[in-house]
């Protein structure tokens, strides 16, 4: 039994990659470092064409506050009270906040370019678990199923904290599963990969610290397994003892890390992040009237089927299907075994005790039994295949339970739910991955019957691919609003779901409303700037402005002449009764537009003089007071309607120093 469990341990990634051949499985991997070749071609190529997303400011202003309290010796301290972000662990915004001072880039660029590499990370991970579960060709075409879902692709550029949540969320299951296939020799160095990656999940959102029940949990689960197998509870505090210390070490070095760019726990590392994962459920600072189908819902009360249809409409088709093909094949599987062992017990035929009475007999019974159920477990042992699908079915249950669990647990707990899938964003990879693996194994088992049929299933594939990539490049670079064909795609979509929800399509916005401005009236455009109002902070739309734009003051005398509204909200509603010169449309579907607010005669006539508004006096500046947040506060960027400014404090907090 021992000699069959070192065989099966020799190799922890060799002991679940099935091999299609040393040739075919060396194309397979060439191939993937082809694709990610390409994919970091395109990053490099594409992430200036992104906007700013609501979100992205706060967090610009966190990772300097984070940086800012070890550089001042801890006593800038506003990194401990800063709007809700102080709740948030900071290691991608300090990181982010140190790349800035290095890049030739504006901040914008730099953190979007930098946001889209740590995404690749995720590439790379989902690539690594499709790799060990399925081998190199499902490798593959997890990393390539990932790559082509476009709510992944849309926020791996503009998203500062889902998206490295996510990387963080893969790799860490990552190495979970690969301590659960070398139990109860759990080589060192997994462990210690295994901790950075729970050190750097929590690091970034404390939802993280499920990744360290999940390894409890796995060898829990382990632990009880054997000793069923065995007939001997004995071995339940043996095995504690032994997986105790490592795993202690690898919690506590995960801690650690999760604390080193997170100021305000630092001053309570074990009760404040406690606190915070209290919290996290509940947090309802923005309550939002959202349409969901038919009908409009608040972000405080969402439906139980809220997190459902989202999954259900924004996944692509393809990677739907394979799921749900796999879910079937788990449980027939599940069956299969549970029948086979059963059957394994029967063979086995227990004494009969003749001469024994009472006490003597019992023992004498459970002794035989625990000696049968152990002869039983040795027979499973020793049959490779066997003990291989017994390994797999339970991996497959956990990443099963590592996808429900977290829904259920919104659903149950009524946590508020916004911006469709944008807080779950971690799941994507995990679906991407039993997608890859799942149309892997079909097309093994039918390629032993016709080749003919194996072809046309990755034919389906290409076509897959090809859908998608037109699909997304129709989009760009506003790929997070895709919907699949379920829905009747993004016009099916349209005022039924959220969309344009982080306000990306008001970069694109701009740009046509300044090159149709050059176009139409280069006079007027070249005289003076125009005053412009918009659904959005004041201070992300500076960072489109040129020479040619002003913003509109609340309190000053010059009128907008434009007014720019996205969707959500019914933004683009507001001022109706004057023309639209501007729209931006993806599947010929409004996500944007631009108003001309001027009098008609008015229009491309150049001011004889450009007025001034009256200059107020100097105020020495102050340094912002430094009163905690109410901590009932949220956790996200605020929703501005109107040219409402409100919830916006400290607005030269806004600028790197």
């Excluded at 470092?33 to 610009?60: C, K, M, N, P, Q």
């Excluded at 093994?444 to 046309?456: H, N």
């Excluded at 023309?579 to 005669?601: K, T």
Aim: a positive charge; proline letters at 6%.
């Amino acid at each position: 039994m021992a000699e069959a469990f070192r065989g099966l341990a020799a190799d922890p990634a060799g002991r679940l990659q099935p091999s299609d051949g040393p040739r075919w499985d060396m194309v397979f991997d060439l191939a993937s470092a082809l694709l990610g070749g390409v994919i970091l071609l395109l990053v490099t190529l594409s992430f200036r064409d992104y906007g700013i997303t609501w979100d992205e400011t706060w967090h610009l202003n966190y990772g300097r506050h984070v940086i800012h309290w070890f550089v001042s010796g801890f006593t800038d301290d506003e990194a401990l009270w800063y709007r809700a972000d102080y709740l948030y662990g900071g290691a991608f915004d300090g990181l982010g906040y140190l790349v800035r001072q290095i890049s030739p880039l504006d901040r914008y660029e730099t953190i979007h370019l930098f946001g889209a590499l740590v995404g690749c990370l995720g590439l790379l991970g989902t690539w690594k678990l499709g790799r060990l579960l399925g081998g190199p060709a499902a490798g593959f075409l997890s990393l390539l199923l990932l790559v082509l879902t476009p709510v992944w692709w849309g926020h791996m550029f503009a998203n500062p904290k889902d998206i490295p949540f996510a990387v963080g969320y893969v790799w860490s299951l990552y190495y979970l599963i690969r301590i659960f296939i070398t139990v109860p020799s759990v080589p060192r160095r997994e462990w210690v990969k295994a901790s950075i990656t729970l050190g750097l999940a929590m690091s970034v959102r404390i939802a993280g610290l499920l990744t360290i029940c999940y390894l409890v949990m796995l060898l829990g689960l382990w632990i009880l397994w054997r000793a069923r197998q065995e007939r001997d509870v004995r071995l339940i505090p043996q095995y504690i003892l032994r997986f105790l210390p490592p795993l202690s070490l690898a919690a506590i070095g995960a801690w650690a890390l999760m604390l080193v760019l997170w100021p305000w726990a630092q001053l309570a590392p074990l009760r404040r992040p406690l606190i915070v994962l209290a919290r996290m459920s509940s947090f309802n600072l923005h309550e939002r009237s959202m349409p969901f189908g038919d009908r409009r819902i608040s972000s405080l009360s969402p439906p139980p089927d809220y997190l459902l249809r989202y999954f259900g409409f924004k996944l692509p088709e393809l990677v739907i299907v394979l799921v749900l093909g796999a879910l079937v094949v788990f449980i027939v599987r599940l069956v299969r075994l549970r029948r086979r062992a059963k059957a394994d017990l029967r063979d086995l035929e227990v004494p009969v005790f003749e001469g024994l009475r009472g006490r003597a007999k019992r023992k004498a019974r459970r002794k035989a039994r625990r000696t049968v159920g152990r002869a039983a477990a040795e027979a499973r042992e020793l049959d490779l295949p066997l003990a291989r699908e017994r390994r797999l079915l339970a991996i497959w249950g956990f990443i099963a339970f590592t996808i429900l669990f977290p829904v259920l647990y919104a659903i149950v707990k009524r946590s508020p739910l916004y911006d469709g899938l944008r807080h779950f964003l971690f799941l994507i990879p995990l679906f991407t991955v039993i997608a890859g693996v799942t149309f892997v194994t079909l097309t093994r088992m039918v390629a032993r019957r016709t080749r003919a049929l194996a072809w046309g299933l990755q034919v389906l594939v290409l076509a897959h691919s090809l859908r998608m990539v037109v699909a997304m490049v129709g989009l760009h670079p506003l790929q997070y609003v895709w919907f699949n064909a379920f829905i009747g795609e993004l016009p099916g979509a349209y005022l039924r779901y959220s969309t344009d929800y982080y306000g990306a399509s008001y970069k694109e916005a701009y740009e046509s409303l300044r090159r149709h401005l050059w176009e139409t009236e280069r006079e007027r455009f070249l005289a003076a700037p125009y005053v412009v109002s918009a659904c959005m902070p004041e201070f992300v739309a500076k960072e489109y402005f040129s020479a040619n734009f002003e913003w509109r003051k609340r309190s000053g005398s010059l009128p907008a002449e434009f007014w720019l509204g996205y969707t959500r909200n019914n933004c683009y509603l507001q001022k109706e009764e004057h023309p639209e010169i501007i729209r931006v449309e993806r599947d010929g579907v409004l996500l944007n537009l631009a108003r001309d607010l001027r009098d008609p005669e008015d229009r491309g006539i150049v001011p004889v003089t450009k007025p001034k508004p009256p200059k107020a006096p100097k105020v020495p500046k102050s340094k912002p007071r430094k009163t905690p947040i109410p901590r009932g506060t949220g956790d996200e960027g605020e929703d501005e309607v109107g040219e409402d400014t409100r919830g916006y404090q400290n607005e030269d907090d806004s600028e790197d120093d």
